[in-house]
């Protein structure tokens, strides 16, 4: 919760998506459900103690729903499949997790009485940045974490 915190004092915080980088990180590190609980309960631990993500508009919900969906892919297609790429993998979760928030910001925005449209362009467009930034250093801090926490092989 600090480093949404901290890129929020400059004011970057919706567009590198601070919160993402450790949430999307820790779903490379663990299991499906321990990676999805942590994804859902964090943004709404933080808009209780800060205010941010807001829950009105409910963008805390919506992210709490993205990124629980998002480290449950990447988790669970890692236990599934060990040797998967963490670029390719990061892009697809990327994406479906962006599609999940637009979809909810979309269908949501008019019972909240907000301009659907755009609320969803903006979020659309400030994502990109952060997308950016997780693509450039998740999988390589995912490798160095991995390659660190590998247990030592036996001696012959």
Known sequence: MLLPMLFHLVQLGSLFMPM???????AFLVRPWPAALTGIITPLLSAAATGMPP????IAAFMSVELGLMAALIAGV????PRSNEWLLLALALAFGRTIHLGLMY???PLLAL???L???VTFLTGWPGMLLMLATVPPVVRIVKK???PASPPP
Request: glycine residues 12%.
């Open 20 to 26: 993402y980088l450790p949430l999307v990180t820790l």
């Open 55 to 58: 829950f009105y508009p409910p």
């Open 78 to 81: 890692l236990t599934r499949w």
């Open 107 to 109: 269908g949501l925005a």
């Open 115 to 117: 301009p659907a449209g």
């Open 119 to 121: 609320l969803t362009g």
């Open 148 to 150: 660190q926490t590998r």
